[in-house]
């Protein structure tokens, strides 16, 4: 038996120097799953993709197809505690299936991280600065529905 995937973080500064790399391309170089449902309206991490985590499983094929070749995959939900760690380990859990069941010579994993504090942090700390949330609406996270 194999042991359990550990989640690895990574602290939104670290995403923040990637995201205002104008040589880095997001879906490329980089990619962003936000897993949130309806609290994903308000703001979102710019260049990243909406997957919500009720429906993760069906989209696995889709990420492999679409960004199996992008070297480090950030997923996130609110806060990062329960939707984005529990996506980040399925996904990684895919990727290495899929990998042990190639044949050949299998190309390498996307390194998967999981965005400490989630989105509530981002906005925390780049709620001001511009380019660094996506449709942010200021109104809702002020409101006591946001937190």
Known sequence: MSAPIVPVYM???????????????????????????????????????NLPASQFYGFLEYINANFATVPLIVVHCALSQVRGPKSARI?????????????????ALPQVKILRGGITDWVAKYKDVPGMIEDFDAELWESELMY
């Open 11 to 49: 602290d939104p500064e670290e995403l923040a120097v990637l995201v205002q790399d104008p040589a880095k391309v997001p879906k490329k170089d980089y990619l962003v799953i936000d897993v949130r449902t309806t609290d994903y309206v308000g703001g979102h991490i710019p260049g990243g993709i």
């Open 91 to 107: 996904l990684t859990e895919y990727f290495q299936t899929r990998a042990r069941t190639t044949t050949g010579t299998a190309p």
